[in-house]
């Protein structure tokens, strides 16, 4: 009987172990494969490339036309807050919700911070196609004595969006380099 047990047990070890041993021993040069999926990881592999700003197309800067030439600009002095609609394109293999764009607004000419931007709501983008966007903000007090010292008699001013964070598809992304937003008219 203690025979029969020993070999009923060594067989259950064998059944056991054996292909295990055989994946650890087919996935020797790639452990984490055994619990990432290879599919999964060319997909995760696709969204940090689209996220790298040095990509030549198809990044998430690619989210803003360049430049970004405004559709409308409104503007209340008495809070000093404008109000830009523009139109934004899918650059994502999958359709996205642009959930939030933050950053600094900055004069190109002075690298001189006028104010803080940010997306007023969520836009949802089909892959490849443009949907309208409104960007709200508001200039601090130093842009408004920029605007009359610097750039006095200008009708616009070219600006660019800097130390921004960009969230599409439930992935945020602090996107080091400037991304240009164009001419925005100068109003005081």
């Not at 995760?44 to 430049?67: A, K």
């Not at 709200?136 to 610097?150: E, Y």
């Amino acid at each position: 009987m203690d025979k029969i047990r020993l070999s009923l047990t060594l067989i259950t070890i064998a059944i056991t172990v054996g292909p295990i041993l055989g994946i650890m021993v087919a996935y020797r040069g790639n452990l984490l494969g055994l619990i990432i999926p290879p599919e999964i990881d060319q997909v995760v592999s696709d969204l940090e490339n689209m996220t790298n700003p040095n990509r030549p197309e198809g990044s998430i800067s690619d989210i803003f036309p360049d430049p970004l030439c405004p559709e409308d600009l409104q503007y209340d002095p008495a809070s000093r807050t404008f109000t830009i609609t523009t139109k934004i394109k899918n650059p994502l293999p999958f359709d996205a919700t642009l959930s939030s764009i933050t950053g600094t607004l900055e004069c190109d000419d002075h690298h001189f911070a006028l104010g803080e931007i940010a997306l007023k709501d969520p836009v949802n983008m089909k892959t490849g196609e443009t949907a309208t966007a409104t960007i709200t903000g508001q200039w601090i007090d130093v842009a408004l004595n920029h605007f009359d010292n610097s750039h006095a008699g200008e009708q616009s001013l070219s600006t660019s969006l800097v130390d921004s964070t960009i969230n599409v598809a439930e992935m945020t992304v602090q996107y080091p380099d400037r991304i240009i937003l164009g001419e925005i008219p100068i109003i005081t």
